[in-house]
């Protein structure tokens, strides 16, 4: 018998793990069980209040032109230095039967650079990242584009990446932000305000505790949204637009530390943004039986107007054709892509090793304990 303890550990995490998933089971099963004997009730309040609609009653309308946003950083904390990276890419969906016009690639926007040890690093990364993704949105020539996230999140990452810039303003990423904060702001404000009937933006955040509608309904306050209209939605029904709920707080976007000469116009952009807010309509849609409920963000003019709200839905339905995939296809395969961001950046920095080696005059030892990788930190 081996009577090291360290050896039985794992065995003994393993078997503490099993002996708790049929308590664990009999709890969902209880929950599940609680939602299939009220379910019939709560449609009925949905039926009753006129919330549940079918998208067979909306206008027809042609099927348009998709892509997909998503972004994703990455920081190699290195001995030495920080090598920071941050990128988006925008993906085509699938081509309608009609549609004659092809993107020959996907499109992306890339910053990749060495930074001082700095705590804020990875909030401002933040903000850049979420900028590329709306310039992208903002310049991408389908007629729906799906972003990854919900709507307010930009104003959250651009708040607190302008909060740090305070804290850390000698950092190379800061200065970025700086530089191109008017432009990602302008995209953003485009994509709240939706003007042009060519162009639909919708946000769906694949992971959401929002419950505007349960809190209307009362229902449990265990069960967002989304998980009960999951169960509750058939294929090709929705739930009317309604708007989001507004933060306890305004909505805010810090421009305090951007002092350049357009500083007055991006306090402007910035109030303009956050007063947009307060006009995002959301509803849950479910196209499939195979999809759970998808949880859409969109401008109140794409929301209000019932072609232009068909023409979002369709291109969601046209999009998920698959069930292997629970989410619109250019939206699945830009997170795919994106994600690989993260395990580039030490092949990066080995790269960059090999090339100091070859050039450095001194022990070429210093080079690679200064270059020498700890861990790698990432984020979409």
Not at 100 to 129: C, K, N, Q
Not at 154 to 161: E, G, S
Not at 243 to 250: A, E, G, I, N, V
Request: proline content about 7%.
């Amino acid at each position: 018998m081996n009577d090291n303890p360290f050896t039985e550990l794992p065995a003994a995490l393993v078997q503490e793990v099993l002996e708790r998933t049929d308590e664990i089971s009999q709890t969902l099963l209880h929950s599940f069980n609680d939602i299939k004997d009220k379910k019939a009730g709560w449609r009925a309040q949905l039926v009753e209040k006129d919330i549940i609609q079918k998208d067979a009653n909306l206008p027809l309308v042609p099927i348009p032109t998709c892509s997909g946003v998503d972004g994703a950083l990455a920081i190699e904390r290195l001995l030495a230095i920080d090598l920071v990276a941050v990128g988006a890419v925008a993906i085509e969906g699938l081509t309608p039967p009609s549609e004659t016009r092809f993107w020959p690639e996907p499109r992306h926007l890339i910053y990749v650079d060495t930074e001082a040890h700095e705590a804020e690093t990875s909030s401002i990364l933040r903000g850049l990242m979420i900028g590329m993704e709306l310039q992208l949105a903002q310049n991408a020539p389908h007629e729906v584009v799906f972003l990854d996230g919900s709507l307010t999140t930009p104003t959250i990452f651009f708040n607190q990446a302008l909060n740090k810039l305070e804290s850390a303003p000698n950092l190379k990423v800061s200065a970025e932000l700086i530089k191109t904060i008017r432009a990602y702001l302008e995209a953003y404000k485009e994509i709240l305000t939706a003007r042009r009937s060519d162009r639909y933006w919708v946000a769906m955040p694949k992971y959401t505790t929002k419950r505007e509608i349960g809190e209307a309904l009362k229902w449990p306050e265990a069960y967002d949204d989304r998980g009960l209209l999951s169960t509750i939605l058939e294929a090709g029904e929705y739930t009317k637009p309604i708007s989001s709920k507004p933060p306890k707080d305004p909505w805010h976007i810090n421009t305090k530390p951007v002092k350049t000469d357009d500083s007055a116009e991006v306090k402007k952009l910035a109030q303009e943004v956050t007063n947009l807010l307060n006009g995002v309509h959301v509803l849950y849609y479910r196209p499939f039986t195979w999809l759970p409920a998808l949880r859409l963000e969109l401008a109140q003019s794409i929301a209000q107007t019932p072609a232009r709200l068909n023409t979002v839905l369709t291109g969601i339905k046209y999009q998920c054709g698959s069930p292997a995939i629970m989410e619109p296809y250019p939206l699945y395969m830009a997170d795919r892509m994106v994600k690989h961001l993260a395990k580039s950046v030490p092949a990066f920095r080995q790269i960059a090793s090999q090339r100091l080696a070859e050039n450095y005059q001194g022990d070429i030892g210093e080079i690679f304990i200064s270059l020498h990788g700890y861990r790698t930190e990432s984020g979409v």
